[in-house]
């Protein structure tokens, strides 16, 4: 069992930053890949970013391109996500994953363990 800690949401206005971190209780490379979702009231849970941990090989929704960052620091056990010109639309509860168990890392059946989540609130 894996456990997951997420922090750093916020609220912020729309052109703003955040980084998200997420504590891990075993070295991220224990999880050949680790992921960000987010869920917005009223939709469906969507990956957002994940990053595979042996060559930091990244791949990100088509929404946040260019805009967010995911990056490990295997000493911290951490995974981060640097998010960079938020708009209102980004407004969701922000989960980390892990154990990763094949297939699609931005769909969240390809995950075992789940954190409980961090919000992230912007502003127009």
């Known amino acids: 069992q894996v456990q997951l800690v997420e922090s750093g949401g916020g609220s912020v206005q729309a052109g703003g930053s955040l980084r998200l971190s997420c504590a891990a209780s075993t070295n991220t490379s224990t999880s050949v890949s680790m992921a960000w979702f987010r869920q917005a009231p009223e939709k469906e849970r969507e990956g957002v970013a994940c990053?595979?941990?042996?060559?930091?090989?990244?791949a990100y929704v088509d929404s946040v391109k260019g805009r967010f960052t995911a990056s490990q620091d295997n000493a911290k056990k951490t995974l981060y996500l640097q998010m960079n010109s938020l708009n209102p639309d980004d407004t969701a509860m922000y989960y980390c994953?892990?154990?990763?168990?094949?297939?699609?890392?931005?769909?969240?059946?390809?995950?075992?363990?789940w954190g409980q989540g961090t919000q992230v609130t912007v502003s127009s």
């Open positions: 994953a892990s154990g990763f168990t094949g297939g699609n890392c931005l769909t969240r059946t390809s995950f075992r363990y």
């Open positions: 990053l595979f941990t042996g060559g930091g090989y990244t």
